[in-house]
């Protein structure tokens, strides 16, 4: 597993929305404001709450005689509502000198909560838990990181190419088609080569920080055609792909995004020798540790010791154990 950061802190907290705009076919970036949040890393996740702050902690008194048919009322009786909160890595933070801070979420329209969290409008109130799991390790100076994310597991590499600003690296984000790709692509840079496996600084969510992008679309609307696992095994096959200024750099995969696409990075990885840094994604209610319900099956290192003793394997938590793993950990 991948460590989690010193000290870590995290509560309950309500934010106000400070933008919520569309970036394409079903995709939003929610921003966030708050008077101040706890120190968080890339790779680190929040738990919001897709329903209104005050009708959620409201308490009414039932009053209900015997024999009598009680009469419903609420907004948990009467309409549709997500009760749990909804995990979301985030996508970036601004420390704003004596005005807060920022927390940027991309999201994409999928069922309830997330319908909910498309209508927000700049005032409104959101409820938050977090920060929450552990992080990404950064690369050390002689390393490359390789980002690879696909539809909503690209907002972590956005947030991890902010601490990269500076250092060797290269993101790879994938989407089905052009109009689910949440990214700004800059027309001036032009569009990508015959192959489109070309890095370019087309992408302003990390040209911004000085890091080129590659991207596929699976029906080849945009960048490379085919996945975005076929662009990072083409970008590894080239000899001068991880050689900066004349000097061969060791590369390091960051991934999240649908589990095919992190399993096929992995394997990747291992085949190349190449260590990888696997953003996991599970259903969960608490966040905590709690529920139990986001169970992850990884390899053991000694498999005499507990848990599970005298087997090779056993189940982490993807919150609090990640949800950050080594790809070499996991057993799909």
């Not at 989690?4 to 929610?30: D, I, K, M, W």
């Not at 209104?52 to 549709?80: K, S």
């Not at 601490?163 to 700004?184: E, I, K, N, W, Y």
């Not at 992850?296 to 394997?313: N, Q, R, S, T, Y």
């Amino acid at each position: 597993m991948v460590q989690h950061p010193e000290q870590q802190l995290r509560g309950q907290f309500t934010a106000v929305v400070g933008a919520n705009v569309s970036l394409c076919r079903e995709h939003y970036r929610l921003v966030l404001r708050l008077p101040e949040f706890p120190r968080t890393e890339p790779g680190q996740f929040l738990q919001l709450c897709c329903a209104d702050p005050e009708a959620v902690t409201e308490t009414r008194e039932l009053n209900w005689m015997d024999g009598e048919r009680p009469e419903p009322g609420g907004h948990e009786l009467m309409e549709p509502q997500a009760f749990l909160r909804r995990p979301f890595s985030l996508a970036g933070r601004r420390d704003r000198s004596g005005a807060g801070v920022e927390l940027d979420f991309i999201h994409r329209v999928v069922g309830l909560g997330t319908n909910w969290l498309s209508r927000l409008r700049v005032g409104d109130r959101v409820g938050l838990l977090g920060p929450l799991g552990n992080r990404f390790v950064l690369p050390e100076k002689d390393e490359i990181a390789l980002m690879v994310g696909g539809g909503v597991g690209i907002p972590p590499m956005i947030y991890l190419a902010e601490r990269l600003a500076g250092r060797a690296a290269v993101a790879f984000s994938g989407a089905l088609t052009r109009d689910l790709l949440p990214l700004t692509i800059d027309p001036v840079v032009g569009s990508p080569g015959a192959d489109g496996a070309e890095p370019l600084m087309s992408i302003g969510e990390f040209a911004r920080h000085g890091i080129p992008a590659v991207i596929s679309t699976d029906d080849g609307s945009y960048g490379f055609r085919g996945f975005v696992t076929q662009a990072l095994e083409k970008f590894l096959d080239a000899p001068a792909s991880l050689t900066r200024a004349g000097k061969a750099l060791r590369p390091v995969i960051y991934t999240c995004g649908p589990e095919p696409m992190m399993k096929r990075v992995a394997r990747i990885a291992s085949d190349r020798g190449i260590e990888c840094q696997v953003a996991v994604e599970r259903a969960m209610a608490c966040g905590m540790g709690t529920c139990q319900s986001c169970c992850i099956k990884v390899a053991k290192p000694d498999p005499a010791k507990p848990p599970l003793a005298g087997k090779d394997w056993c189940w982490r938590l993807a919150c609090t154990d990640g949800p950050i793993f080594r790809g070499s950990e996991l057993l799909w």
